[in-house]
């Protein structure tokens, strides 16, 4: 591709980072900002005007090329690379445990205990008791034993980590029989298969897709059998012509043959959901009153605290895996503990303190509270006075996510809104632009938000954020 005499003349006029430098002197908002921010920012906006100039962008005149213009340009870079990447966000999405949104929000008190801790020191390996080292693990284990019914408890870093510690702990070299309905892919790469490749276990799978009988475990084993498993199918269902084993059976089983049993549980929950009308996902009480030997489950699934991977069961085992090298790997920092056993001290109690738990309260919440603040966030947008926009109900259906009741469609009330002369994607766009960036989704192009997810506290910000996409635009 030529270039053109107008482009060549454009191209001379991009300054060069000493320019840039000495010029930001006379500027007070470069006052504070490091060197290496200024150049990396100066180097992007040049090498994207080049790249327009080149290109033949419409609109890069000389007056685009002055001095205040690319000095703005410089400033609006300097300013995003000085925010956290990591930032708040609205979920709009009406999916409750997103895991790419962060999954559980925490607790209010277990917020507080947190920072507390991260700013203090405290007891996390010292025995106040004795007046010496302690186990950071006994932190929780009462309390998890407490809500469960279990002899022991043990956590670790994520719920991945923990089903890998068991299998290594209890199976490693042996053979593990699995139901090949059970055989899961988590998402981001975690597949049951893999990981317990991964722990030394040898896999053993038993039955069809659709149906796995007692039978098929018991012709199974062998006298390198070390472990029966069951896995929660987490992110699916199988319906219509299926069976598959209770863990019941299984723990019989395991009786007969001496072979221990666990059970990855995925999102492990003390809550029955049936009491709220929901439908009903196994409860770690119940595998533990089953019998199994370990349960492991997620810290920040339906449990709704911070990411952690929880083990409970028989003492003997848990006290294994608690010798095994690997655990010092796979350790629990203190933050997480801190706010992991905030959040548990609510399910002593958890009848009525479901709302203290926001993930639990955001799957009770009744539809007639999302319609309720669906119609407060319409009111609010509405009385923007821009006739472009326009605002409607819509009824939806939101998730709880995280691998939990693959089948469970909660009703929810959303707000959907359509701008004049913009797409759905370049709202949708906007939002996730914004400076706290807005997940909504996008249905018959029109920009659709869901009430559910939505804090009461955060209708102000999507408020805002469609006035300053309207003076944009
Ligand atoms: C989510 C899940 C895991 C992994 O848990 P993380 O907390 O993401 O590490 C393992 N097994 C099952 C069945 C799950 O649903």
Known sequence: MDITEKQQALLRMLPGVDYILELSKADSFFDNIPKSVLVGATRSVVEGFRTDIINDRQGITETKLSDPVILEEIKNSVKKAMTSNLKRMVNATGIIVHTNLGRSLLAKDAVENLLTIASRYSNLEFDLSKGMRGSRYS????????????????????????????????????????????????????????VMEKSGAILKEVGTTNRTHFHDYEKAIEHDTGLLLKVHKSNYSIVGFSTEVSLEELVGLGGTYQIPVMEDLGSGTFVDFSKYGLLKEPTVQESVAAGVDVVTFSGDKLLGGPQAGIIVGKNDWIGKIKKNPITRALRIDKLTLAALESTLRHYRNIDREIDSIPTL?????????????????????????????????????????????????????????????????????????????????????????????IQDDELPIIKKAFDNMLRKV
């Open 361 to 453: 309260r955001m799957i009770t919440l009744p539809f007639g509270h999302t319609e309720t603040r669906a119609k407060e966030l319409a009111e609010l947008l509405e009385n923007t006075g821009d006739s472009r926009m326009s605002v409607h109900l819509v009824d939806l259906f939101s998730r709880p996510g995280g691998g939990a009741f693959p089948l469970l469609k909660l009703p929810s009330k959303g707000v959907g809104v359509k701008v004049q002369g913009i797409s759905a994607n370049a709202v949708e766009k906007e939002m996730r632009s914004n400076e706290i960036p807005i997940i909504g989704r996008i249905e018959e192009d029109c920009f659709i938000m869901d009430l559910r997810t």
């Open 139 to 194: 932190i929780v284990e009462e309390i998890l034993c407490e809500i469960s019914g279990a002899e022991a408890a043990m956590v670790v870093n994520n719920n991945a980590g923990a089903v890998f510690l068991c299998l290594e702990t209890l199976s490693k070299d042996k053979k593990v029989i699995v139901s090949r309905g059970e055989l899961v892919e988590i998402g981001g790469s975690f597949r049951i298969p893999d």
